[in-house]
């Protein structure tokens, strides 16, 4: 065979090889973008968006230079669904994923996803920080989610604050603490020569000629990171002392263990005696105060991370081609109502940030608050529609792209959150649909087992507490799947809420049984209808199965 077909071929394997498929062309001038994701970070945790305590002077200036969503929702209060969601651009309801369903993502499924799509279309990418999405036949062991990334530098589950002493992948970083070594690897990543040992490459070099896209996925200021901060010596000095010298007000409707008489939700729906023991410091106030000072510390150094990522952008000599994208897979409860955890469908758990800073944008757009609704399914299809790759018909999420540049009206009439994370932890099945004015939300019967009796009898039979906990055997994917489509068959609620959102954003008057908003709330209930089904979607979803029966360990 002629020498020169052989190199064409050889060549053409080797593309084949790294990217999964056939490079489809696209011209030249695609931007670049670098995707930031925070944990558990509610609505009003940045000075950009209202926090007069919290020192986040980068993200405030990402905020002035793009645009920030002011109604910004996630699709599921809780880590797993929230982030695959935010893949996939699709509703939990359709991807079929969460900590009790017994399943992980499926390849042909994976095969849609924004990494994957843009990796196909060219593009250069990364993936660094915490992936808490089990992806493939054995979920976080299958290997998948590695190699989709041309540049993986990510530990699997919680990474906490020392990765560390967690996950081998990180052993080589020179920090200790997980904003830095985070912000190492995507220092790493936008080098033209990659230094650091320990990631995983499939080029030992950032191509020059290649778009790239980098997602940074963070597990602050979740409380798996914060609970593990220990002022060690080699903490930087954020860590140790910032915000200690200053007074922290307790949260607006803060509610201390020992006050509350009036439940935000009956006790046999909310079961919050079963909540996890990780959250019990919303409990007092001193304990609050506490870990609300953490996660400021932690909210400073990813602030700090940021503004040496752009540094580093404009070192490189591409910051004028590169999209940002800041935004968080979930809120948190910090004792607001007595309430502690997530996986709620109120304004705490399910509103979020969310800055876009395109800088290619008209200079007249910039910094520009938008109070349209959008939502976490949306950044997906926005990116691929500036790269200038169709959104694939998977995708139940909108692009963005007309409200950023300022040529299109709203993209939502309609929000539509829900919890299908109804465990024994104590939470009920929920949904809620909203508008930029009023929310309804409905709330399924909840017999699940209680997980004190749980761990009564791991402690009587010498069961390891966490396998009886966290575990979940093929019967519970039945159950989760029946918990999808009951409602879809007409299982009634068994209690409701109705709030004026406008007015009453921190949802303390539940207006449900008022008559003056009769029609409103039909309305709701219409479009909850209608948004419920968008939601499910149609066929089975592309699951498989990952429970304690096949070797799944919990994430």
């Not at 999405?133 to 998948?144: F, M, V």
């Not at 200021?221 to 901060?229: E, F, I, N, V, Y």
Request: some cysteine; overall charge negative; glycine content about 8%.
């Amino acid at each position: 065979m002629n020498q020169k077909i052989v190199s064409v071929l050889t060549l053409a394997i080797a593309l084949v090889c790294i990217l999964g498929g056939p490079v489809k062309a696209q011209p030249n001038d695609r931007p670049n973008f670098v995707f930031v994701l925070t944990d558990d970070q509610s609505y009003g945790m940045m000075g950009c968006d209202g926090n007069e305590v919290t020192k986040t002077p980068h993200l405030d200036q990402l905020a002035r230079d793009g645009v920030y969503f002011d109604r910004a929702y996630v699709t599921s209060a809780i880590c797993t669904p929230s982030r695959i969601s935010i893949l996939l651009s699709q509703f939990e309801r359709k991807h079929g994923v969460n900590f009790n369903s017994g399943t992980s993502v499926a390849p042909q499924a994976w095969a849609k996803s924004y990494p994957v799509m843009m990796r196909e279309h060219g593009y250069y990418t990364g993936y660094v920080g915490k992936n808490h999405a089990p992806i493939g036949d054995g979920g976080y062991t299958s290997g998948l989610m590695e190699k989709s990334f041309d540049y993986f530098y990510a530990g699997h589950g919680h990474i906490k604050f020392y990765p560390k002493d967690l996950h081998e992948i990180f052993k080589h970083a020179e920090a200790d603490t997980q904003v830095e070594i985070v912000g190492e690897s995507a220092t790493d990543f936008l080098s033209d020569q990659h230094r650091l040992e320990g990631a995983i490459r499939f080029l030992e070099s950032r191509p020059s000629g290649k778009p790239f896209c980098l997602s940074i996925c963070l597990n602050l200021p979740h409380d798996a990171g914060t609970s593990t901060m220990q002022m060690r010596q080699s903490d930087d000095e954020i860590y140790k002392s910032l915000y200690r010298d200053v007074e922290i007000p307790l949260p607006d409707h803060y509610v201390a263990k020992e006050d509350i008489k009036n439940p935000k939700l009956p006790p046999d729906l909310l079961k919050t005696k079963e909540r996890q023991t990780g959250y019990d410091w919303v409990d007092n106030p001193e304990t609050c105060i506490e870990r609300i000072t953490r996660q400021m510390q932690a909210l400073t150094g990813i602030d700090r991370m940021v503004g040496d990522i752009r540094e580093k952008l404009a070192k490189e000599g591409v910051d004028q081609n590169t999209i940002i994208v800041f935004s968080s897979d979930h809120g948190q409860f910090q004792g607001q109502h007595g309430l502690g955890g997530k996986a709620l469908c109120y304004e705490q758990t399910t509103h979020v940030p969310m800055i876009v800073f395109d800088p290619k944008a008209p200079h007249a757009e910039s910094g520009r608050r938008i109070s349209d609704l959008v939502q976490s399914i949306d950044i997906a299809p926005t990116m691929l529609d500036y790269a200038g790759i169709d959104a694939p018909i998977e995708f139940q999420g909108k692009s963005l792209r007309g409200l950023i540049d300022g040529n299109a009206g709203p993209v939502h009439e309609f929000i539509f959150t829900e919890n299908l994370w109804s465990t024994h932890f104590g939470n009920p099945r929920i949904e809620a649909v909203q508008d930029k004015r009023w929310k309804y939300i409905r709330y399924y019967k909840n017999d699940t087992f209680p997980a004190s009796e749980k761990i009564l009898v791991a402690k009587q039979l010498n069961i390891p507490v966490g396998k009886m906990l966290y575990n979940v055997h093929d019967d519970g994917i039945a159950v989760y799947r029946h918990y999808v489509e009951s409602p879809l068959q007409g299982e009634e609620p068994v209690y409701e809420e109705l709030y004026d959102i406008e007015n009453d954003p921190a949802e303390v008057n539940n207006l449900i049984d008022q008559d003056q908003h009769s029609e409103v709330l039909e309305r709701l209930k219409a479009a909850w209808k209608q948004k419920l089904i968008e939601a499910r979607g149609t066929g089975v979803p592309k699951v498989i199965r990952y429970t304690a029966d096949n070797g799944a360990k919990p994430g």
